[in-house]
């Protein structure tokens, strides 16, 4: 070794607060630094040709040659894996790194310190212990064979601590607004209103215009109205706080209940406005209607009663589809003994049902591997949808008899299921789905059983319109968002990518913006960045379609002209033309780091190096997707040392400065950047990000790509 690696070696060794060692494929150490002893709370104990369990205690050596076994045998690195260690006696835990003792109680919400009290400790870090962010990666000779294991470790106490702090206020925060529900509205002192309230018009329907001239009582049921109305005004007039219940007809035109509450806010002895919250009660009050009816008509059937009422608790924490069966397959079978059940939910036209979860094979009057039928067919599912009442069938006979002798038989051909009742699901009058339980043998359903057949299949009704809802506005756009930008990328030995994307708020999910890069068959990389206009699930489809879309023309001739000429064809037939998209595509030799660049009206790339100014690239935009234009594209060169830096308009535009200001900016900026974050991607992106945005409202989502190549080592 020269004289800068052997200090190197050194300064590890012998400085470094990090552990680092060395194991052979016998599990002895080789090498470790002065650190690690300490890290393992075994200092002063030298490590050196012996296996962990002749310096380590019992468990926490058979941790240790657990992994080291695993990375022998595997031949693949051990990343992140935590190691608690026992503290050595003699540290005092509180005052060791900055407090690494026991942690107080955190509040849930707003982030306020209470007191520390006597308690469970604030994280699951036990109080005497430090935890060990470890690595282990199989160290090879030069010939490419397995000598032995590389170990690092570093001390993430504090940082598991924080973090479970951070977990518990999230969940406390999460649990707290789903079990609040609540929407909040603001009047003025007389009543009046004076802000808009868009979460209650998305639930009213009502415009801007109609909020702001009737306000919330312009949409309370006409028999609560005038009570109501006096309630409200007299509570106005007195200045007391107003608490009370009352229907709401929605934008889909049917009514729900509501409870609201609405305090006047003081200021000295005036007051300034009026804060209200409505909270959603129809599920409860239909539940407790319902059970109302059930103990009438169940008053001998205590024990059933019993049952669907936990069925409805069980029900109520269902958040999905497939969880609300698991429910109602558990509850079939314990309370009225059926051998199968199922459940299956109409689509959106109304003409097919599917089963979500089938309990058992042959289900629904057709062999297994059928999983959706039409609502016009004979079975007992489309029955009890059409009909809209319950399907009895005591034995085979009354099935023959009900669906037809042809249909009734070749069901019955499939299955042994000899006894059914099919109930539909409805939600405001109106079938969603059905419901089914079977049985092996002949069996009479008795009117009590009847009655809570019914009662059971309206909570799972009430379920399933939960689950669908939130399957719909959450999970679906969650699974988009996850699915359109990449999870990684690509590792090069010569060159070094970052890349950042900040939604505009942090209550918008997904977004237009978008970045990819990927290996060619080739071995060059392909690199894109795109914009489509617009916000939702709507402006995500666009990303996905046009990133899915370069992907595939890119692995068929990756010419950045020619590929962006067939985007210009995909959008000419399949988009909308108020349809607003942009990308900036190139192809580049990561050997070489030469390439070539065609854009279709996105911003241009930012070249920032490290010995001359930076600057934007000078070359036509060209114009957005599906506009007539013949694509240029243009070869360039990625200098040893140097940065190029792919973004959206989000970065340089907003309301206050244009765009050709912000790209002034952009290259202020740049040129302000100190070498040491030049030449890291990962702080080029930051350092862009934070100085554009300072001082600025982010009104648009934020996409940072950086491609920097570093120079070669000695």
Known sequence: MDASDSALYATLMDRAPAGLALFDTGLRCRRANAALPELLGVPGTDPHRRRPDEFLPAELAGEFESALRTVLAEEQAITESDLTVPRPREESAPDEMGGMG????????????????????????????????????????????????????????????????????????????????????????????????????????????????????????????????????????????????????????????????????????????WVGANTDVTGQREAEEMRGRLTEQLSAAALRTARLQQATSMLAEALTVSQVVQVITEVGRSAIGADYSAVALLDDDKLRLSIVTPSAPGAEGRPASREDFKVSDQTVMSVAVRESRPFLAEHPDSLRLQLGRDEAGLFLQHTEERAWAGLPLLAAGAPIGALRFSFTRPREITEEERVFLEALAGQCALAVERALLFEREHKTAEELQRSLLPSDLPQLPGMVLAARYNPATRHVQVGGDWYDVFRLPDDRLAVAVGDVMGKGVLAAAGMGRVRNALRALALNDPRPAAVLAGLDRLFSATEDEEQFTTVAYAVIDPETGRGAFSNAGHPPPLLISADAPARVSSLEPGTPLGWPSQRQQTSFSIETGNTVVFYSDGLVENRRRGVDAGLEELVAVAADAPPEVVGDPERVVDFLVDRMLAGYEQVDDVTVLALHVPPKPR
Request: glycine share 10%; proline share 6%; aromatic share 6%.
């Open 102 to 273: 026991s942690v107080s109680g955190m509040g849930g919400m707003g982030g306020m310190v209470e007191p520390a009290v006597p308690g469970p400790p604030a994280t699951t870090v036990a109080a005497g212990s430090r935890v060990l962010a470890c690595t282990w990666l199989p160290a090879r000779g030069e010939d490419g064979r397995l000598t032995g294991v590389v170990l690092t470790a570093q001390d993430v106490t504090e940082r598991r601590r924080a973090e479970e702090v951070i977990r518990r206020k999230e969940q406390r925060y999460r649990s707290l607004v789903e079990a609040s529900s609540q929407v909040v509205w603001v009047a003025s002192p007389d009543g009046g209103v004076i802000d808009d309230a868009p979460e209650w018009r998305s639930i009213t329907g009502q415009t801007l215009d109609d909020y702001a001239t009737g306000g919330w009582l312009a949409v309370v049921h006409p028999e609560d109205r005038p009570r109501i109305e006096a309630v409200w005004r007299e509570c106005v007039g007195d200045d007391r706080v107003f608490e009370t219940n009352y229907r709401i007809r929605t934008k889909s035109g049917a009514y729900r209940h509501f409870d609201v509450r609405a305090v006047p806010i003081w200021r000295g002895d005036t007051v300034i406005e």
